[in-house]
């Protein structure tokens, strides 16, 4: 059985600042592993995702996530925060098999100080 | 890039109704679908999946029979809220997933039902 672990429901940044977001998953197997933001009453749009190979991906916004095999993380940061960024964050993983079911972490929310 | 919809955004109902939410892959083909339920503040939570043609496989803890899930075609499913109560309000998300390996889950902009 797979499960995320997103560290802080909330964070708040400045604008201008790192945004880092922490995703830790559990799993005798590594995942696929994503990240999607959802804005207000809105669906969930991929940010990225890592299936095999480089283990620093890059997305959409500025945003960049690292997979480490050795502490089963897979954060999301970005390295200057813009009010757009103000949203709800989640970390998903699936399995590397042909089951498509995601597996969603609690979330995080991001608020951006001007 | 993949475009999910799902009509209607928003539904009020009364207790007792039943309401159905439909989704559609727009500009491709779906081999599977997901519904996913979210409560306010916090994660979505897998309802069922379903294929074109078959069945829909329902996760544990949820009533195939107050929510029925049709996967007609390849673009269209639909989930009805059959019966509905206030607890039933939430915000439901549908994915859609094309053939092949590394293809991913693209989601509709989801459905607020509220009933009273």
């Known amino acids: 059985a797979q499960s995320v672990t997103q560290l802080g429901s909330h964070v708040s940044v400045s604008e201008g600042a790192l945004v880092l977001l922490r995703c830790n998953y559990s799993?005798?197997?590594?995942?696929?592993l994503f990240w999607y933001v959802q804005y207000p009453n809105q669906g969930l749009q991929l940010l990225l995702k890592?299936?095999?190979?480089?283990?620093l991906v890059k997305g959409i916004n500025g945003f960049e996530a690292e997979f480490k095999k050795s502490e089963t993380s897979f954060h999301l940061t970005k390295p200057s925060a813009h009010m757009s960024d103000a949203a709800e964050y989640f970390c998903?993983?699936?399995?590397?098999?042909?089951?498509?079911?995601?597996?969603f972490g609690a979330g995080t929310t991001v608020t951006v100080r001007a | 890039g993949a475009v999910v919809s799902q009509h209607p955004s928003w539904v009020i109902c009364k207790s007792g109704t039943s309401v159905k939410i439909e989704c559609r892959s727009l500009?491709?083909?779906?081999?599977?679908m997901f519904w996913y339920r979210q409560f306010p503040k916090q994660s979505l939570m897998l309802m069922a999946t379903?294929?074109?043609?078959?069945?829909?496989?329902?996760e544990q803890g949820v009533e195939k029979d107050k929510f029925l899930i049709n996967h007609a075609s390849l673009t269209l499913s639909t989930l009805t809220v059959t019966s509905a109560h206030p607890e039933d309000s939430s915000f439901y998300i549908c994915s859609a997933r094309a053939g092949g390996f590394y293809n991913e889950q693209f989601f509709g902009p989801g459905t607020r039902l509220t009933v009273l």
């Open positions: 379903s294929n074109e043609g078959s069945k829909a496989t329902y």
């Open positions: 799993s005798s197997v590594p995942p696929y």
């Open positions: 500009d491709f083909q779906a081999t599977t």
């Open positions: 998903a993983v699936r399995p590397r098999s042909n089951d498509y079911k995601l597996s």
């Open positions: 890592y299936t095999t190979g480089a283990t």
